[in-house]
């Protein structure tokens, strides 16, 4: 780099060296996973979380794989990073991928914990950094989530040269979670895995700063009692704004949810929506004022189907909804049965559960060239029969709808009952159901000439 540090990508890394060792104008620290830090503050989390991802091989790997960081011969990561021309900028993390004495790729960090949000001016200063030291990612990192990686929760977009990704403290202990699961994600060396669970310990005790979503945002109580007053809403009102976000990250705090029980990472969220936060802001908002209701997406691998959760605010309920597709080789009564058949296996694995949500569970029957969706009361679906027995049965649902009543308006009771439906949901109904596949076909014991 010689005298001056005009560029990270693409220069050697002993010039680089040469600048912290021989010239001192660019300060920075090695990241500790036994820090000096005080235990809360920013920087102990973002020291021992870069100390991780240099210690632990396939927590690194994954982290990488999420914001297409290459994959190095070496990996140097420092914390509290002053670059020359920058001084009145430090950055909180600075990752190189070097191989040979070449940097290959970079990406700088920006950490916040506990309840202190992403600041556009400061992100606007580190995109600069970026753009004229050729640093081709800016990593953010909160307490605030957002359905995929690619979006940011604040109103900033990626400069030429320079990608913006965003994670959650939860999606990062999620990804943690995960490797020490019993899976085939699992970590292979055994001091690598000692040291998972102690950074997964670090994560999960509240002075770390840490933490889930745990309210909806103060809009979500005026809204549903406007809602129920009457009232018309109109885009710009800040109670709709609020309720949109706080749905949003509830979304993604229920899939994060899931996947630390199942220890499979659950999606969220539309894939139309992956790279454009704005547009989903907007189509949820439009929603909340025509329709007075709010939908979200999860998928988990393998299972029935894809969850649909709405929240319907007129009526103060959520419902949460799986598909199950008919067998095609029996008739109608034939079909209700097979369907009913699974019902029971689920209230004899959970039987606990079952019992507490039955009254809520519904089936919906969609009926072919029929509008909308048939839906009868569990204990009621051997009595459909009659009405339907001369149609044809394109799909079921099974949902269970709950009224929440005056917890709807809360903004931490909603929350903390939402989270406890869907893993009841998911516990004792989704896990147990299976769709219908086409046998294959019989060997015949005549010959065919």
């Known amino acids: 780099?010689?005298?001056?540090?005009?560029?990270?990508?693409?220069?050697?890394?002993?010039?680089?060296?040469?600048?912290?060792?021989?010239?001192?104008?660019?300060?920075?620290?090695?990241?500790?996973?036994?820090?000096?830090?005080?235990?809360?503050?920013?920087?102990?989390?973002?020291?021992?979380f870069l100390s991780a991802l240099k210690l632990v091989k396939e927590f690194r790997k994954d982290f990488f794989s999420e914001v297409s960081l290459l994959g190095g011969s070496k990996i140097h990561i420092y914390t509290e990073v002053t670059f020359p021309k920058f001084e009145d900028s430090r950055i909180d993390g600075l990752i190189l991928v070097v191989a040979g004495d070449q940097i290959k790729d970079a990406a700088i960090i920006e950490v916040k914990n506990k309840n202190n949000e992403l600041q556009v001016e400061q992100l606007e200063k580190y995109l600069e950094i970026a753009k004229q030291l050729k640093i081709p990612k800016l990593i953010t990192i909160s307490n605030q989530f957002v359905s995929t990686p690619t979006q940011s929760p604040v109103p900033i977009k990626s400069s030429r040269g320079t990608d913006i990704y965003h994670f959650s403290w939860s999606y990062i202990l999620t990804m943690a979670h995960i490797l020490l699961y019993n899976n085939d994600k699992n970590i292979e060396d055994e001091d690598q895995i000692k040291i998972m669970k102690e950074v997964v310990a670090y994560f999960e005790n509240p002075i770390s700063g840490v933490c889930g979503f745990t309210h909806m945002k103060a809009g979500w109580k005026e809204l549903v009692g406007r809602i129920n007053a009457g009232t018309r809403l109109k885009l710009n009102d800040s109670c709709v704004s609020d309720t949109v976000?706080?749905?949003?990250?509830?979304?993604?705090?229920?899939?994060?949810?899931?996947?630390?029980?199942?220890?499979?990472?659950?999606q969220s969220g539309e894939s139309k929506y992956r790279n454009n936060l704005k547009l989903r802001i907007d189509n949820d908002s439009k929603t909340l004022i025509n329709e007075k209701q709010l939908t979200s997406v999860l998928r988990v691998k393998g299972a029935v189907s894809d969850i649909i959760i709405r929240a319907l605010f007129e009526k103060r309920i959520v419902e949460m909804i799986v598909k199950v597709n008919v067998p095609l080789d029996k008739g109608i009564k034939g079909q209700i049965g097979w369907?009913?058949?699974?019902?029971?296996?689920?209230?004899?694995?959970?039987?606990?559960?079952?019992?507490?949500?039955?009254?809520?569970?519904?089936?919906?029957?969609?009926?072919?060239?029929?509008?909308?969706?048939?839906?009868?009361?569990?204990?009621?679906?051997?009595?459909?029969?009659?009405?339907?027995?001369?149609?044809?049965?394109?799909?079921?649902n099974v949902v269970q709808v709950k009224d929440f009543g005056k917890s709807f308006s809360s903004r931490q009771k909603f929350v903390e009952e939402i989270e406890t439906m869907l893993v009841d949901f998911y516990k004792s109904i989704i896990q147990h159901l299976h769709n219908w596949k086409q046998p294959a076909p019989p060997l015949s014991d005549k010959d065919n000439k």
Not at 2 to 11: A, F
Not at 18 to 24: E, K, P, S
Not at 30 to 40: Q, V
Not at 245 to 266: C, F, N, Y
Request: aromatic share 6%.
């Open 1 to 48: 780099m010689g005298s001056n540090l005009t560029k990270i990508v693409g220069s050697k890394f002993s010039d680089f060296n040469n600048h912290v060792l021989v010239n001192n104008d660019m300060k920075l620290h090695e990241a500790r996973l036994i820090t000096t830090y005080k235990a809360g503050d920013e920087m102990a989390l973002t020291s021992i």
């Open 245 to 266: 976000s706080s749905w949003q990250q509830e979304e993604r705090d229920m899939a994060l949810i899931l996947s630390r029980k199942l220890g499979v990472l659950v």
């Open 339 to 396: 369907l009913k058949k699974q019902i029971e296996l689920c209230a004899k694995k959970e039987p606990k559960i079952f019992e507490i949500i039955q009254d809520e569970l519904k089936i919906g029957i969609n009926i072919k060239r029929a509008k909308g969706c048939e839906r009868v009361a569990l204990q009621k679906l051997r009595d459909i029969y009659n009405e339907i027995k001369d149609r044809e049965i394109n799909e079921f």
